[in-house]
């Protein structure tokens, strides 16, 4: 079994900046084979597409309402995702999630972690 694990979450005034982390572990399971997202859920809201880094070349992709401030990444030898954040709003308080999909896949992703809390606010 996968396992995902989030971190990094806190609270910050707005304009300000988190990073991430998204640790995987579990069954023999490389981030490198996979293309990983993060998502996120508002308060009162469905959960969204934030970014992925898919496989094999490591594109990224983003949301048009984080692009310019949000930046994925991956360590492959450390087998962690991470999402630095900038230029934080209050609309980007959430619960943020990392997720896994196969490598075939941009939108079947089987594997999640538990998420962590974004708060920004003054």
């Known amino acids: 079994q996968v396992r995902l694990v989030e971190s990094g979450g806190g609270l910050v005034q707005p304009g300000g900046s988190l990073r991430l982390s998204c640790a995987a572990s579990?069954?023999?399971?490389?981030?490198?084979?996979?293309?990983m997202g993060w998502f996120r859920r508002a308060p009162g809201k469905e959960r969204e597409f934030v970014a992925r880094?898919?496989?094999?070349?490591?594109?990224?992709q983003y949301a048009d309402s984080v692009k310019g401030r949000f930046t994925i990444s991956r360590d492959n030898a450390k087998n962690t995702v991470y999402l630095q954040m900038n230029s934080l709003k209050a609309e980007d308080t959430a619960v943020y999630y990392c997720?896994?999909?196969?490598?075939?896949?941009?939108?079947?992703?089987?594997?999640w972690g538990q998420g962590t809390q974004v708060t920004v606010s003054s």
């Open positions: 579990g069954r023999p399971f490389s981030i490198s084979n996979y293309n």
């Open positions: 997720a896994a999909a196969p490598r075939s896949s941009l939108s079947s992703y089987n594997d």
């Open positions: 880094i898919t496989w094999p070349n490591d594109s990224t």
